[in-house]
């Protein structure tokens, strides 16, 4: 049973516009959220996190959103560039411990 | 640039035969993960250290997998015996809590 589910395996979108990645969640225990990137052959590296206490945190072209009551996370990327191709991670925490998604594969087209 | 390092980048073997894969956490780091990556599950953890006692194993299959760390320098994660469902790429992550994690670039991990 996926605490931290990613439905979209895959997303493709045009540089300069906006990404946005969704992850769901089901246990109402997860205190703290996070987002990851993967390129190929590499380990994730962390991009932004959002405690469970604000509902946006914002670095850069990187957003995160909360909504606590949806269960819902989302983050948005604005703009768009080639380099952010990856795959996204999302991850949350409980109990000392991160639970991850399944990934989503962001491609961005020149 | 300190990075946490994995060795090998990929492993072949035969199921039955032992698997160890290494990991050199980032100097001063106290807290180290392994989690397994596949396609089927994404990425889940298995083990992890703090001050290299081990605090959880609960995600490991606890008949074959065994992790260690013999020394602050030094993360280990032996399977034995190998099946072919442990075919993944296997992660260690080094940092100072949960939520600041250094991931290595894994290991690739195919049991035929």
């Known amino acids: 049973d996926q605490q931290v589910k990613q439905n979209s395996p895959s997303l493709s979108v045009q540089e300069g516009r906006i990404s946005i990645l969704n992850c769901d969640y089901t246990n109402s225990m997860f205190d703290y959220f996070l987002w990851y990137k993967k390129y190929p052959a590499e380990g994730p590296t962390f991009l932004i996190s959002i405690s469970s206490i604000k509902d946006k945190n914002e670095d850069g072209r990187f957003t995160v959103f909360l909504n606590k009551s949806a269960k819902h996370l989302s983050l948005h990327i604005v703009p768009s560039q080639p380099g952010d191709s990856a795959v996204y991670f999302c991850?949350?925490?409980?109990?000392?411990?991160?639970?991850f998604g399944k990934g989503t594969k962001l491609t961005v087209n020149p | 640039d300190a990075r946490v390092t994995q060795t090998p980048r990929h492993k072949v073997t035969e199921m039955g035969q032992e698997v160890t894969m290494r990991c050199q956490p980032i100097l001063g780091h106290n807290t180290v993960f392994w989690y397994r990556q596949t396609m089927m599950q994404g990425l889940e953890l298995l083990a992890y250290f703090r001050n290299r006692a081990p605090l959880d194993d609960s995600g490991m299959p606890k008949d074959r997998f065994s992790a260690e760390m013999p020394d602050a320098t030094l993360a280990t994660l032996k399977i034995q015996p190998s099946e072919p469902r442990d075919s993944a790429v296997y992660f260690c992550a080094s940092g100072l809590s949960l939520y600041e994690q250094y991931f290595g670039p894994g290991t690739r991990l195919t049991v035929t």
């Open positions: 991850a949350a925490s409980v109990a000392e411990k991160l639970v």
